[in-house]
């Protein structure tokens, strides 16, 4: 897979989630059996604003030349998702929610290696 291909599916995916958290928190986390205080609420909805924002940055460096600009995206995606990852399996480890909650350390897992594989890559 190419690297643009792969900043696509990433960025949408982010986005989407961006927008959930912004505008249902409430309903997106309850698929996760987790309930929200009012400030959960609003942590989630800054998360959201985060994730609008990485999901930006990373769709606008999908077709990027810059390869300096590129290089800084694809290794502060990495240890984004591989922190994400480690976060994420031990709060799924302790129960902190459902068996739904998988499915996002299986992402942040997935794309910290795809984002690993870009960073480390040996280039001609």
Do not use: C
């Not at 599916?9 to 409430?26: E, K, M, Q, T």
């Not at 030349?65 to 984004?80: C, P």
């Not at 990852?85 to 897992?109: E, I, R």
């Amino acid at each position: 897979m190419k690297l643009s291909n792969f900043l696509t599916i990433n960025s949408i995916l982010v986005f989407l989630f961006g927008l959930a958290f912004l505008l249902i928190p409430d309903t997106l986390m309850s698929l996760y059996g987790v309930e929200l205080s009012s400030i959960g609420v609003a942590i989630s909805r800054l998360l959201g604003a985060a994730f609008l924002g990485v999901g930006t940055l990373r769709w606008l460096a999908r077709n990027s030349k810059e390869s300096g600009f590129l290089k800084a995206v694809v290794l502060a995606a990495f240890i984004e998702d591989s922190i994400g990852f480690v976060v994420l399996l031990k709060a799924q480890l302790a129960g902190l929610t459902n068996v739904s909650g998988w499915s996002n350390v299986a992402l942040y897992g997935l794309f910290a290696l795809g984002f690993g594989y870009f960073h480390f890559q040996k280039r001609d």
